[in-house]
């Protein structure tokens, strides 16, 4: 069965700083997806940004972007810039591509993000 | 365009007591899912469907049920609620999960006391 682990609970940075989330995952699959999205005070969870194993090219989305190491099973989020509206809880997830398999998004324990003005 | 609507956004069980969490989403999605999040912990998988009346069982179901008789509408049903369903709800929707990943519901919180 897939994994996530998300190592750091908590992460802060200075508004229009930088900040990498971390993530790792545990898997037997070569093709696969990687998703990471935003939980805000709201609840509402919203995707951030997306990413094909079988790509190469790190996926960017504006201010945030990806660092994606599949050999080392790693997938960290940069967040440049960083804004008040930043703040949330950010879940890493995991999908697998194959036709017949799990259905499921697998999600981390999340990191809580605060960004100090 | 409503995106994925659940209702309640929130409600207090007794213990035994049966509810239906409601989600309906209108943007044609044939996966819909339904996950459960605990605190500090990541979301948990409870049931999921890929069209209507096509159901399947996620990480962790007992204690729940639901049907898809419409595209339309996934309602989760708890029977004899227990202090361990306390939790958020969510409900999800997509068109292409690997592609789009999920549009989420606000979530329901749901105490049991």
């Known amino acids: 069965a897939q994994t996530v682990t998300q190592s750091q609970p908590e992460m802060s940075v200075q508004e229009a700083e930088t900040v990498t989330l971390s993530c790792t995952y545990d898997t037997s699959e070569s093709d696969y997806y990687l998703f990471w999205y935003k939980q805000p005070p709201s609840r509402q969870m919203i995707l951030v940004i997306r990413q094909e194993a079988y790509k190469q090219q790190n996926a960017t989305e504006n201010r945030f972007s990806v660092n994606f190491q599949k050999a080392a099973k790693s997938f960290s989020l940069k967040i440049s810039d960083s804004q008040l509206g930043d703040a949330a809880m950010y879940f890493c997830a995991y999908r697998s591509a194959y036709k017949g398999g799990s259905e499921k998004l697998v999600f981390g324990k999340g990191t809580k993000l605060t960004v100090n003005p | 365009n409503a995106g994925v609507t659940q209702t309640p956004k929130f409600r207090i069980l007794k213990i035994g007591q049966s509810m239906t969490l409601q989600c309906t989403q209108d943007m044609n999605h044939n996966y819909m899912y339904w996950y459960r999040q605990d605190p500090g912990m990541g979301l948990k998988l409870i049931y999921y469907?890929?069209?209507?009346?096509?159901?399947d069982k996620g990480e962790v179901p007992n204690g729940y049920n639901v049907s898809r008789s419409t595209t339309e509408d996934f309602p989760l049903r708890l029977e004899l609620a227990a202090p361990s369903q306390t939790s958020v709800y969510f409900c999800?929707?997509?068109?292409?999960?690997?592609?789009?990943?999920?549009?989420f519901g606000s979530g329901t919180r749901l105490t049991v006391v």
């Open positions: 999800a929707s997509s068109s292409n999960p690997s592609y789009y990943g999920y549009t």
């Open positions: 469907s890929v069209g209507a009346g096509i159901t």
